[in-house]
């Protein structure tokens, strides 16, 4: 069996969104700044795919931009205000348990001049209100805080820190790669100023994604060149990727309840079936503010590598809380950030599930993370059987 829990690092692209991209590769291939009527339908296609966006996120069309992703989005948001209010002042507040796309900007901007607050979270991931209205000063420009963290699936108390925001009268930017699609975002109503999304995370494919940027917010342009994206990133449109974004986020907001009831049940069932079976095991995150699809457990006297390793061979497919594959022996900064002692965050499991996971796979995962689980502790000289 070959089961797939990984969907917070990317998703498969899905057939319906597939099938809508088709045609933009083959018949419909004009350019969208053509005159013609295959450039005129190829524009008519970006412009129903921004339509989608701003309609499920509660802005205006010519408020959305398109991107390369999640990265990008964070990129041009944080540098941009950066840049453009540098007059104004110099300090950021951003949260300990960020993506990288947003702290290695940060880190960047500190290197030019920028005061950055890291802001605690607390053993849950959550942000603390009272921390962030203290750590606004009159030289405060930007609050960049995530909607839902990609490790541990918090989701952050994203109105009232617009609240926060708008009565301070700065600027509020958040990354809601993970939450685009899973939870339901009504930007006006929770005052955010820029919002990110990614495609590769909802269905779409990679490399495609977008900037929500409130009217009124001046930042400079991303990209010079043509006309595209009202001047502010250049380029020609990747009218396929476009396509299949509007096409994935359309799709996630139709019977978004039941869809994501559906993924909650499951999630909900891995939990207790992890849980229920596994001694010395610990649920990460807020039990209750959390992403529909998001299981994340750490392992008392286990190392997450190995965990990942031997799951692999049952043909599960995880993330785990160190990050030894990418070169680093450093455990996760989310998981040191809720207080996690080091050895702990080692023997933490990343499972993600999607509107495609089934209730087999799951207790297929439960039934053999039990057995993984004994195998390396029986192995363990720290743990006492
Ligand atoms: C995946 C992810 C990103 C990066 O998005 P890309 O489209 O891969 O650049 C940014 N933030 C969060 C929270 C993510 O999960």
């Known amino acids: 069996m070959k089961v797939y829990m990984d969907n917070a690092a990317t998703t498969k692209v899905s057939d319906e969104v597939l099938d809508a991209m088709m045609p933009y590769f083959k018949s419909e291939y004009g350019n969208p700044s053509s005159v013609y009527q295959l450039g005129q339908d190829a524009k008519k296609a970006v412009k129903t795919a921004r339509e989608i966006l701003a309609n499920g996120l509660g802005c205006k069309e010519d408020e959305i931009y398109f991107t390369s992703g999640g990265s990008e989005s964070d990129n041009w948001a944080i540098k941009g205000v950066a840049e453009s209010l540098k007059s104004k002042g110099n300090h950021i507040i951003t949260s300990k348990i960020e993506h990288h796309a947003v702290l290695h900007t940060c880190e960047y901007l500190e290197k030019n001049g920028y005061d950055v607050t890291y802001l605690d979270v607390d053993e849950y991931g959550k942000v603390n209100l009272e921390q962030l209205e203290d750590a606004i000063t009159d030289k405060t420009i930007l609050i960049t805080i995530m909607f839902a963290n990609n490790e541990i699936g918090t989701i952050e108390p994203i109105k009232e820190i617009g609240e926060i925001a708008k009565k301070h009268n700065v600027i509020f930017h958040t990354d809601a790669v993970q939450a685009a699609g899973n939870v339901k975002i009504d930007v006006k109503e929770m005052n955010i100023d820029m919002l990110s999304l990614s495609g590769h995370k909802m269905h779409a494919q990679k490399g495609i994604g977008a900037l929500y940027i409130r009217k009124g917010i001046r930042i400079p342009n991303l990209i010079f060149g043509g006309a595209q994206e009202r001047g502010r990133r250049a380029g020609t449109e990747n009218v396929p990727a476009i396509v299949g974004l509007g096409k994935a986020f359309e799709i996630a907001h139709r019977d978004f309840e039941k ?20 001694p010395n095991a610990r649920l990460n995150g807020h039990k209750t503010d959390r992403l529909c699809n998001n299981v994340n457990i750490c392992f008392e006297f286990i190392e997450g590598e190995g965990l990942l390793l031997l799951l692999d061979a ?6 785990s809380g160190s990050a030894c594959t990418s070169g680093s022996l450093d455990p996760s900064h989310v998981l040191l950030a809720i207080g996690l002692p080091h050895e702990i965050a080692h023997g933490s499991l990343r499972l993600t599930l999607s509107e495609y996971t089934t209730e087999e796979e799951v207790d297929y995962v439960i039934e053999k993370l039990q057995a993984i689980v004994q195998r390396l502790r029986d192995m363990s000289p720290l743990y006492n059987r």
């Open 314 to 319: 049952m043909g599960v497919q995880a993330s």
């Open 259 to 278: 869809r994501t009831e559906k993924i909650r049940t499951l999630r909900d069932r891995l939990i207790k079936g992890i849980l229920d079976n596994i």
